[in-house]
């Protein structure tokens, strides 16, 4: 069990505000901070690192106690024991894949590193530097320097959002596993939703400094579930006149839609507009692909 | 007729030294800066400046009134090392380490402030001391900072003039450098060897300097 409960006054794009987070988290859960930028998620998963302090608050980790300002405990990072994974990777570029691993480790275990490379898939990289590697493969290097040192507790501060759609996909698949194969309890800093809703047990949603709502990630997410209906934003690409009706192309998320209009609803909308696709009162179908 | 490598010697010796002292007092000074939230840092970094911009005369005015047997240093020193800290080669090392402290703060400042924040973080949440850190994370990642500082305050330390001659003197072999050579030389208008001091010296300094941006151009493509 973590328990967290933490006050620091931040300054933000829209003046001051005060960061004040309580949570806790079971042993072993995924869960996933939400909101927009600005709202003091980084700032929260630093604390928890160790690498911010709080003004007030206290903070235990399996009834260790690594902050607590009544008792004037602060401990610092290099005792946390947290695997942190930054945005930018944050890999030292001095050293091989191989060698960023073994940096981690606290006792030397090579068949431990040879292990978690070839469960990242990372093996063949292991004498790269990482300045020759790519955006995903270096962000699984700093998921295997992470893992390494078995955290009790890992942290991932928008890891996949400097990558695209297709890395982003195959990424979040790697960090879920990596997740129940090491028991592994998990703070995400995120604000892609899909990804969210596709990683996490439990969503907490950030606004100003505050978690204003708390819950599964369906409940979060999908509150008109019930009402039946399919929605999603997307973008006109194109509308082609087709007989008497038109055809529009809309892309949603990186899929494309072909939707049919007729000329009462063409007035106003015009390609690169953002529009809502929404269909009611059907049973949608979904098939293995 | 005789060359006398000496003054060579002696200003290679002086250099070398120089530069392995600024060395251990370089780094911590750059990094104390580098990391400081003081308010009077703008007067550290001035202090640190000051030799680059006062005339070496004024430096070794000051030098001489401290190294000397009623100055507080030169009177420290006589009573710990049992001689006299003007005019000999350990007044020329203080010296020269005085004058040439920013030329080896300066580059290791813009080489630890030029150090990606994350990588220093991401060591401390590994388990790192600030220590382990700092050898095995942060100095790696600056060696063309590191380079560059050892070699500008090696060549300082051997082109020098002014300082040396205000609180060196010109002993032969003890503070007789190739710079004060050179000037006696002209003084005594042995044009000749001037020449070949003058010349050894010139080229030198280019050769140091080349290999500096040599170098440095390689760490960058890395």
């Known amino acids: ?289 | 007729m005789k060359f006398d490598l000496q003054p060579f010697l002696l200003t290679f010796e002086l250099a070398a030294l120089t530069t392995a002292l600024l060395y251990l007092i370089g780094l911590p000074v750059a990094y104390f800066l580098a990391h400081t939230k003081t308010r009077i840092k703008p007067v550290w970094e001035a202090v640190i400046s000051l030799p680059l911009i006062l005339p070496p005369s004024v430096l070794g005015f000051y030098f001489l009134l401290a190294f000397s047997k009623t100055g507080f240093l030169g009177a420290f020193w006589e009573r710990m090392f049992g001689h006299q800290l003007a005019f000999s080669f350990d007044g020329l090392v203080l010296g020269s380490m005085i004058f040439s402290l920013p030329f080896m703060v300066h580059p290791l400042l813009s080489g630890f402030s030029g150090i990606d924040r994350g990588i220093v973080e991401a060591s401390y949440t590994l388990g790192k001391s600030r220590l382990e850190t700092l050898r095995r994370v942060i100095l790696p990642n600056m060696k063309g900072a590191l380079l560059t500082g050892g070699v500008l305050a090696f060549a300082h330390t051997v082109g020098e003039f002014g300082v040396v001659l205000m609180i060196g003197g010109s002993i032969p072999g003890k503070t007789k450098v190739a710079s004060i050579a050179i000037y006696d030389l002209v003084e005594s208008l042995n044009y000749y060897e001037a020449h070949v001091y003058a010349g050894i010296l010139f080229t030198f300094s280019f050769a140091i300097l080349i290999t500096v941006y040599l170098i440095n151009k390689r760490i960058d493509v890395q």
């Open chain 1, 1 to 289: 069990m973590i328990s967290i409960s933490v006050r620091k006054p931040l300054l933000g794009a829209e003046g001051s505000f005060e960061l004040a987070v309580d949570l806790e988290v079971q042993t072993g859960t995924f869960i996933t901070l939400f909101g927009p930028s600005g709202s003091g998620k980084t700032t929260f998963i630093r604390m928890v690192a160790g690498l911010e302090t709080p003004a007030s608050g206290r903070l235990s980790v399996n009834d260790e106690v690594w902050f607590d300002s009544a008792a004037n405990i602060n401990l610092s990072p290099q005792l946390r024991r947290v695997g942190l994974v930054f945005q930018n990777y944050s890999l030292f570029p001095n050293m091989t894949v191989g060698e960023n691993l073994r940096f981690a480790q606290g006792r030397k275990d090579e068949g431990k590193i040879t292990e978690i490379l070839e469960l990242i898939g990372l093996t063949g990289l292991r004498n790269r530097y990482p300045t020759t590697l790519s955006g995903g493969q270096q962000q699984r290097v700093a998921l295997a320097r992470a893992i390494v040192r078995e955290p009790k507790l890992l942290l991932l501060d928008e890891p996949l959002s400097a990558l695209d759609t297709i890395k982003r996909l195959r990424l979040q698949d790697e960090i879920s596993r990596i997740h129940s194969l090491f028991h592994l309890t998990t703070i995400l800093v995120s604000h892609d939703k899909q990804e969210v809703f596709k990683l996490s047990d439990k969503v907490a949603v950030m606004e100003h400094g505050r978690i204003v709502k708390y819950g599964d990630a369906k409940d979060i997410f999908l509150e008109q579930q019930t009402s039946n209906k399919f929605s999603f934003v997307g973008t006109i690409l194109s509308i082609k006149p087709v007989d008497i009706a038109y055809l529009a192309v809309i892309g949603v998320g990186n899929e494309l839609v072909e939707v049919v209009l007729d000329e009462r609803d063409l007035a106003g909308l015009r390609v690169g507009d953002k529009v809502l696709v929404a269909a009611k009162a059907f049973n949608p179908i979904i098939k293995k692909i």
